[in-house]
T-cell receptor, first 115, second 112 residues
Framework: GAVVSQHPSWVICKSGTSVKIECRSL??????MFWYRQFPKQSLMLMAT?????????EQGVEKDKFLINHASLTLSTLTVTSAHPEDSSFYIC???????????FGSGTRLTVV | TQLLEQSPQFLSIQEGENLTVYCNSS?????LQWYRQEPGEGPVLLVT?????EVKKLKRLTFQFGDARKDSSLHITAAQPGDTGLYLC????????????FGKGTLLTVNP
């Protein structure tokens, strides 16, 4: 089946630094990828929709200059949290849509802790 | 605005009991998906329902999609401790890059 690899699985960074999270579709091409944020015991909150070769579409309330998304190829999207602060600490999850059907495959998530 | 209402939000039951989780909306979805998520991991797809009135079974799990494609339910028979986790329903609509709308989730705990 479709596999999405997300890296790193966890990261600790200092306040003020930037962190990049990668999301790769391993055995299929994904023209559209999605980035979510999740707080403990809560559902996923969509941050942005990433389209290959074009600018990402951000959900209301999500700062595009804070959360930079690049979807440079059909198999890779990256999320960069710039100038991270402790309130950015969260679980970030990507997913990719298989254009061949209705399937959405999720990555295993990245636990970001900003100290 | 929460377009997909999922209930109950929390559920704690004993092993062997049955349970049903509901997902309701005023919007029509082209497909609806159910996921199970364990702590520290990404959601894992359980099933996708596409056709109104569709019923799908996955061992002890039964999924139903409403005739009008606005609601869905997940029924678990004889729950086991291994069923513990966060269950999420998510609806997709054509257009808008097919982005998923998630319910708030149901945190299920099955006690031995």
């Amino acid at each position: 089946g479709a596999v999405v690899s997300q890296h790193p699985s966890w990261v600790i960074c200092k306040s003020g630094t930037s962190v990049k999270i990668e999301c790769r579709s391993l055995d299929f091409q994904a023209t559209t990828m999605f980035w979510y944020r999740q707080f403990p015991k809560q559902s996923l909150m969509l941050m942005a929709t990433s389209n290959e070769g074009s600018k990402a579409t951000y959900e209301q309330g999500v700062e595009k200059d804070k959360f930079l998304i690049n979807h440079a190829s059909l198999t890779l999207s990256t999320l960069t949290v710039t100038s991270a602060h402790p309130e950015d600490s969260s679980f970030y999850i990507c997913s990719a849509r298989d254009t061949g059907g209705f399937g959405y495959t999720f990555g295993s998530g990245t636990r970001l802790t900003v100290v | 605005t929460q377009l997909l209402e999922q209930s109950p939000q929390f559920l704690s039951i004993q092993e062997g009991e049955n349970l049903t989780v509901y997902c309701n909306s005023s919007s029509v979805f082209s497909s609806l998906q159910w996921y199970r998520q364990e702590p520290g991991e990404g959601p894992v797809l359980l099933v996708t329902v596409v056709t109104g009135g569709e019923v799908k079974k996955l061992k002890r799990l039964t999924f139903q999609f409403g005739d009008a494609r606005k609601d869905s339910s997940l029924h678990i028979t004889a729950a086991q401790p291994g069923d513990t986790g966060l269950y999420l329903c998510a609806g997709a609509r054509g257009g808008s890059n097919y982005k998923l709308t998630f319910g708030k989730g149901t945190l299920l705990t099955v006690n031995p």
